[in-house]
């Protein structure tokens, strides 16, 4: 039986070749096939393309090790279990600080952030698209599973952390959470 810190790295070296090699070779690919009918550009000035990419990478980055380090530190478990298969020991804390404080799943925003750099990079709506679909799929069949879990594992105390704090996007309020002025 494999002990927790072993179990860690064998969830952060798979969700890594997942998240940083996998996804954005299936993007490619795709987007390399699907440009050979039709090709539409994204920026037609380099240095806005570039700034752009940068912008986008650092605060992905930012994101997605700031969320993992307090999931790790905080939380006392890691973010991977692919189809009810723990790969990391799951976290036994819910995390609502650090950038869970802005975001439910910052962890999904920076990888979104990033694969929105990686499309521009590209420079193919094509690519832009596939990102979208990847982040839609994410955000409605994978998002849902893993608030079943935290509503099973956390409770009202879940419900709660879900009323305030936004989906997916930060420092958006919930909708319930807007006072009338």
């Known amino acids: 039986?494999?002990?927790?810190?072993?179990?860690?790295?064998?969830?952060?070296?798979?969700?890594?070749?997942l998240v940083v090699g996998l996804?954005?070779?299936i993007i490619y690919l795709l987007t390399w096939l699907m440009d050979k009918f039709f090709r539409l550009e994204l920026f037609h000035n380099l240095v806005v393309q570039e700034i752009v990419i940068v912008l986008l990478l650092i605060v992905g980055i930012i994101f997605g090790i700031w969320s993992l380090v307090a999931q790790n530190a905080i939380g006392e478990g890691g973010p991977l279990e692919i189809g009810n298969i723990e790969i990391s020991p799951k976290t036994e804390h819910?995390?609502?600080?650090?950038?869970?404080?802005?975001?439910?799943?910052?962890?999904?925003?920076?990888?979104?952030?990033?694969?929105?750099?990686?499309?521009?990079?590209?420079?193919?709506?094509?690519?832009?698209?596939?990102?979208?679909?990847?982040?839609?799929?994410?955000?409605?069949?994978?998002?849902?599973?893993?608030?079943?879990?935290l509503l099973k594992d956390f409770g009202?105390?879940?419900?709660?952390?879900?009323?305030?704090?936004?989906?997916?996007?930060?420092?958006?309020?919930?909708?319930?959470?807007?006072k009338m002025i």
Do not use: H
């Open 94 to 149: 819910l995390v609502v600080t650090g950038p869970y404080k802005y975001t439910r799943n910052p962890m999904l925003f920076g990888t979104f952030l990033m694969y929105l750099a990686f499309a521009f990079f590209i420079n193919s709506a094509t690519s832009l698209i596939l990102v979208c679909a990847i982040i839609i799929f994410m955000l409605t069949v994978v998002v849902k599973m893993e608030e079943k879990r």
């Open 156 to 178: 009202n105390q879940y419900e709660e952390y879900r009323k305030k704090v936004s989906k997916f996007i930060p420092w958006f309020q919930r909708e319930k959470d807007i």
């Open 1 to 17: 039986m494999m002990n927790k810190g072993n179990k860690m790295i064998l969830g952060y070296i798979a969700g890594g070749l």
């Open 23 to 25: 996804m954005p070779s």
